[in-house]
């Protein structure tokens, strides 16, 4: 009944920028928190960012003042602007979001399907 888009993936060289987005669609009553995580090869997947409702971010450590997360509740979206780009951010990048659909008496988490992130030279 709900489902999590992302796009906007790529290859980049270090230093350069992407942009993320994630659609949420569905019969969506509300969206609560949203965030951005990443898995990378042979790693566990860790939180990138991750915005409320009103607005509220938080980010992790290794990618505060080059990610910048945002959303518009109006339209169900969320981006992560992503400059600055290191080798070690490469990863796939899934949107998360804490929604409740129409019907429903309690919210529950979603997740996307991911989008490759790739930085190399």
């Known amino acids: 009944q709900v489902q999590l888009v992302e796009s906007g993936g790529g290859l980049v060289q270090p230093g350069e920028s992407l942009r993320l987005s994630c659609a949420a669609s569905?019969?969506?009553?509300?969206?609560?928190?949203m965030g951005w995580y990443r898995q990378a090869p042979g790693k566990e997947r860790e939180l990138v960012a991750i915005?409320?409702?009103?607005?509220?971010?938080h980010y992790a450590d290794s990618v505060k003042g080059r990610f910048t997360i945002s959303r518009n509740n109006a339209k169900n979206t969320m981006n992560l602007q992503m400059n600055s780009l290191k080798f070690e951010d490469t990863a796939v990048y899934y949107c998360?979001?804490?929604?409740?659909?129409?019907?429903?008496?309690?919210?529950?988490?979603?997740w996307g399907q991911g989008t490759q992130v790739a930085v190399s030279s």
């Open positions: 569905g019969s969506i009553f509300k969206i609560n928190d």
């Open positions: 915005i409320t409702s009103g607005g509220i971010t």
């Open positions: 998360n979001a804490e929604i409740a659909y129409l019907g429903s008496s309690y919210p529950r988490w979603y």
